[in-house]
Structure formats: C-alpha cells, structure tokens
C-alpha cells in the first residue's frame, strides 16, 4: 500500500527541505511521526504505518534548542521492512507548542530548566475548555500566550453547552478576554455548533487539540472522527475536573482529510519563552506603554502613566494587567534560570577537564 505523505500535511517546503538534508543522508524516506511514547514512535511514510526509533548516534548527539522527535514532526528515516525503521532527522518545523519543563524540582531544586515540546507542525489550535465550574480564565489566557507563540492560529472552543441552559453569559467573559481570537461555543454531545469548526477542518490541515483533562478533548475527537477513537471517561461531580484519558500523545486522520492530533490533559501549563506570545496576547496593553510621559516608567507611580491611568477608568480591568505581569515575570525568571543553569553546567565542564588536565600532568611526573 502506497501512502502519499502529501495527505499528511507534506508541502513543497518540507519536500525541499528534507532534499537538503538527503545530500548529505542517503537511502532515506520522508514520513510523519503520528504517536510518540518516550523514545518509539509510529510513523507514516511510503510504505505506510511503521514502527521507529531514535538513531543512536541522533540521540546521543542531541544538545540543547536540537529537534528532539515528537508527534507531529515530519522525519527522515531508515526504513526497515522487517523490524523497527531509524529515525535519522528531524526536518525543520513550521510551528511548534512549548512549555517549560524543569528538571529535578521534586527534589526540592531545580537542576535544569528546557523546554518542552508537546507537537508540531499544525496550523490551528484549539484550547479547549468546558463551560462547567473548571471553566478558568486565568488558565486560558495564558494557553492563548502559549499559542500564539507556537506559530499557528489559535481558537477557543468551549465544549458541554449542553449542560448550562444560557452558555453565551460564561463564553462573553472569554470572549472579552480573547480580543480577535474567534471563540465557538459547542456541544459534541448533541452537535451543537459542531458546523462552525469546519472550516479549520480542512484537508491535509492539521489541528492540535489543547487543554485540561475533562473538558472533553477525546468526546470532540469521536464526534468529528465519526466513529470512536478515544475511550471517554466521565468527570469527578464535586469539582467538575476530569480524569486522564489520552496518555500519549496521537495524530489522526479524518476521513475528509484533516489531522488531529490529541495531547494529554494540563492541569498546569509552565511558559517557555513566551515574549513575542505575550506582545501578541496584550498588544492594546502594551499600546499603552508609548503614552507614558517617561520611556523608562515602571508603571506604578510616575506621573503621567497611561497605564495607572487606564486602570483608574477602568478601561484596563485590573485581573488583565495581573494576568500580563504574572506571566512577564514567570517567563523571565524561566528564561534566566535556564541561561544560568547553562552557564554553570559550562563552568563544571570547564573545571572538569582542567582537573583532568592536571592529573595527566601529575601522572607524567
């Protein structure tokens, strides 16, 4: 059976990519990673759904910002008909979502601060978030910062209309919150509002799906799917929070075309480098920066600063300056962390071989 990576989302910019990368690696075939479970992988390629993993000199040779595989990745690999294919390179991608992952902290310290890849290579995002009593802003602004860092274009789809009888009242809070994020208010159960996700549901367009466990990610994925994919767990009664049902994460093809792929529920979502995400998210606040009577003001009690300003008529409401601050802050600090955590890393290397330099030196003598 021949598969046609182009249904998978290939382009000619892909195609001309992974030729470059060819001249240099021979007897090599493009395919698309669809699942991922720590270091194997399903791919689909020429020859169809295969079974991979991470070439040993590739994994070994990772450093720090290398493409590490994840579901999503278009790839270069050594097929095997006969066992497990080589992933060999990963081709350059065109869009990615990050979170901060940091290592060690469950000993009480952080040993290393990177980043976290959850998928790639998709063209829209849809942060869900169920209009129960888990619905949080706070939670979604800062999945909207994530996303339009990621290079895609994000939407909000608000899922269980079905279980309030007026829901408009809980999606005009996301809404003003969203801006010109378009937000869609559905039901997967009766197929309420269903029509309206179809045009990012295009053929060879990929979606991710993003957001907390329980509010309904792997119920969207049967419904639009057509048939069941995802088992469907129900949600604790007490706090309206749902229990883990995708552990892995997957990429499906519809049969109109389009791709999804499902990533396990956040509770908690770290922010990586997130600068331009958060110019994007409160363009209209940071507006206000360039009307401040001083370039350098800190924006708590110089005069003439727009910013107190707004927030003493209330056209800057006090949670969104919050929101914007909180995040500034949480993406600096991740962002220093790392650059020191890197540099001391250097610094023992550093001293590591000039011990070791010292040694050789007693040994001669």
């Not at 902290?105 to 995002?125: C, L, M, P």
């Not at 009242?169 to 003003?176: P, Y």
């Not at 908690?268 to 001083?294: K, Q």
Request: include cysteine.
């Amino acid at each position: 059976m021949f598969v046609d990576l182009k249904d998978y989302g290939f382009t000619q910019a892909d195609f001309l990519a992974a030729d470059r990368v060819q001249k240099k690696l021979k007897d090599l075939i493009p395919g698309r990673i669809i699942e991922g479970r720590r270091e194997r992988f399903k791919i689909i390629c020429e020859h169809g759904e295969v079974s991979a993993e991470i070439k040993g000199s590739f994994f070994y040779g990772l450093k720090d910002g290398d493409l590490f595989p994840v579901v999503g990745d278009f790839v270069l690999i050594q097929y095997n008909e006969c066992g497990s294919s080589l992933i060999d390179a990963v081709l350059p991608r065109r869009s990615r979502f990050s979170r901060v992952d940091f290592l060690g902290h469950e000993e009480g310290y952080v040993k290393n601060v990177r980043e976290q890849v959850s998928a790639a290579n998709f063209d829209y995002i849809f942060i869900l978030s169920s209009l129960n009593l888990d619905l949080n802003l706070n939670r979604l602004a800062r999945y909207l910062t994530a996303s339009l860092q990621s290079g895609a274009f994000p939407i909000f789809v608000l899922t269980k209309a079905d279980l309030l009888e007026d829901p408009s009242a809980r999606a005009a809070e996301v809404r003003k919150m969203a801006r010109e994020v378009p937000v869609i208010t559905i039901s997967s159960k009766t197929g309420f509002g269903l029509d309206e996700l179809a045009p990012f549901l295009e053929p060879t367009k990929t979606v991710v799906f993003l957001g907390s466990s329980g509010v309904g990610k792997s119920s969207l994925l049967n419904r639009l799917a057509g048939e069941d994919l995802m088992e469907v767990k129900a949600i604790r009664d007490d706090d309206s929070k749902g229990r883990h049902t995708t552990t892995y994460r997957q990429l499906f093809r519809f049969p109109q075309g389009a791709l999804v792929i499902d990533t396990p529920g956040m509770r908690e979502l770290g922010l990586w480098d997130s600068r331009e995400g958060i110019s994007l998210a409160f363009a209209e606040l940071e507006e206000l920066f360039s009307h401040c009577r001083f370039n350098n003001c800190s924006h708590q009690t110089e005069p003439g600063c727009a910013v107190q300003a707004a927030l003493e008529n209330g056209s800057l409401p006090p949670e969104k300056w919050k929101q914007y601050l909180v995040q500034r802050k949480e993406t600096a600090f991740v962002m220093n962390h790392s650059a020191y955590l890197k540099q001391k890393q250097e610094s023992n290397k550093s001293i590591a071989r000039f011990v070791r330099e010292i040694k050789k030196g007693e040994e001669l003598y």
